[in-house]
C-alpha cells in the first residue's frame, strides 16, 4: 500500500534530507517550498512531486494538503530573524516570524487532520528546536518554537483515541543555511557560524525524523532532542547590571 508524506521547507537542509529520507522508506512525498528551482533539482534526484507552495499561502497550502492527503506531514519549514535581541526585531521580523514558524505550521496540521481522524492513522512531525525548550538569547525564535513545543504536547492530548501520532523534533546546532538567513550583519554571521565544534548534519535529523515515522503504529515517539556532542543546554549566569562600589 503506498503512503504518502508532505514536507514544508523541502528546498533545502532538514526539508530536502528528509525528502530523502521518506523517498528511501518507500514514501511518495510531496515536497513544498517557495524555491522553483531547487525543487526541480530535488525531485530529478529523488522523485518526489514538487510543489513550489509559500506556507504563508494558506489557500495554497490547504489546497495541496487536501489533495494529497498525506499520512504524513513533516512541519518543516521555518526561519530565525532577530537572533541576538528582541530590540533588533523589525515588525516585518516578528510577522514573518510568527507567521511561518507558527501560523503556517497551525494550518498545515488543522489542514490534515480530518481525514488523519476518519481513517484513525496518520502522524504529524513538528520541527521544533532545542530554543524551545531551554533559555537561549533568542527569545523572537525562541517564542516561535516554544508554540510548536505546547502545540505538539497538547495536540497529542486532543487527538488521544484517534490513532493520529504527533512527533516533535528538537535539534541543536545544525550544518544549514539557517544562519545565513537569521542574520544580517556579516561579522555577527561569520562569528556565529564558526562554531569550532562538530555539528550535526541535516541528514542525521531527517534520520531521526524516518525512525519516528517508522515507528510501529503502537508507539508515538513524543519528543527526540538531538545536538552534536560537544554541545549542551542549560546552567545559569551572573551579570553585573551595575558598577560596582568603591566603598
Do not use: W
Amino acid at each position: 500500500m503506498s503512503r504518502t508524506a508532505i514536507v514544508t521547507g523541502a528546498s533545502s537542509g532538514i526539508g530536502a534530507a528528509t525528502v530523502v529520507a521518506l523517498r528511501d522508506a518507500g514514501y511518495e512525498v510531496h515536497a513544498l517550498a517557495r524555491r522553483a528551482d531547487r525543487l526541480a533539482v530535488l525531485a530529478a534526484e529523488t522523485g518526489c512531486v514538487p510543489h513550489t507552495v509559500d506556507v504563508n499561502d494558506t489557500p495554497a497550502l490547504e489546497q495541496v494538503a487536501h489533495a494529497v492527503d498525506p499520512d504524513v506531514l513533516v512541519n518543516n519549514a521555518g526561519l530565525g530573524r532577530a537572533m541576538d535581541a528582541l530590540t533588533d526585531a523589525s515588525f516585518a521580523d516578528i510577522e514573518r516570524s510568527v507567521a511561518t514558524n507558527v501560523t503556517a505550521v497551525l494550518h498545515a496540521t488543522k489542514a490534515v487532520l480530518p481525514s488523519m481522524i476518519e481513517r484513525r492513522s496518520g502522524h504529524i512531525v513538528n520541527l521544533g528546536s532545542m530554543a524551545g525548550l531551554y533559555p537561549l538569547s533568542a527569545a523572537l525564535y525562541g517564542a516561535t518554537k516554544g508554540a510548536i513545543h505546547r502545540l505538539s504536547t497538547n495536540l497529542r492530548l486532543e487527538l488521544r483515541g484517534t490513532g493520529v501520532r504527533v512527533t516533535e523534533i528538537c535539534p541543536g546546532r545544525v550544518v544549514s543555511e539557517f544562519y545565513e538567513v537569521a542574520m544580517d550583519d556579516p561579522d555577527r554571521r561569520a562569528q556565529t557560524l564558526d562554531t569550532g565544534i562538530e555539528e550535526i548534519t541535516a541528514a542525521d535529523v531527517a534520520d531521526v525524523i524516518r525512525y519516528a515515522v517508522e515507528a510501529p503504529d503502537r508507539m508515538n515517539i513524543n519528543r527526540i532532542e538531538v545536538q552534536p556532542t560537544e554541545q549542551s543546554y542549560g546552567g545559569s549566569q551572573f551579570v553585573a547590571t551595575r558598577e560596582p562600589s568603591d566603598d
